[in-house]
Nanobody, 121 residues
Framework: QVQLVESGGGLVQAGGSLRVSCAASGRAFRLWTTGWFRQAPGKEREFVATISASGSTTDYADSVKGRFTISRDNAKNTVYLQMNSLKPEDTAVYYC??????????????WGQGTQVTVSS
């Protein structure tokens, strides 16, 4: 069992930056792929980024590629999402998720409670 807790969300102006974090319980976390997803009001949840267990491989949605960076510190059981050049359309609740499988955009078994990111124009 893995518990995930997101933090670092908030209000930022367009063009600004924000880093959200995902702290996980359990030593097995370092063996799992971890991803970030987001859900805006009235929209379905969508994939944002994912990182392999070792941190050597990443994948990003086209909408955030070049602006967002996912990273992880397995010694701290934490995954980060650095968000730069934020746009109002990035406003959403951001969720951290983990899966035992390799790198992928779906079939995540464990989810955090989410953290709100609001980008003002």
């Amino acid at each position: 069992q893995v518990q995930l807790v997101e933090s670092g969300g908030g209000l930022v102006q367009a063009g600004g930056s924000l880093r959200v974090s995902c702290a996980a319980s359990g030593r097995a976390f370092r063996l799992w792929t971890t991803g970030w997803f987001r859900q805006a009001p009235g929209k379905e949840r969508e994939f944002v980024a994912t990182i392999s267990a070792s941190g050597s491989t990443t994948d990003y949605a086209d909408s955030v590629k070049g602006r967002f960076t996912i990273s992880r510190d397995n010694a701290k059981n934490t995954v980060y999402l650095q968000m730069n050049s934020l746009k109002p359309e990035d406003t959403a609740v951001y969720y951290c998720a983990a899966r035992k499988l390799g790198l992928g955009r779906n079939e995540y078994a464990y989810w955090g409670q989410g953290t709100q990111v609001t980008v003002s124009s």
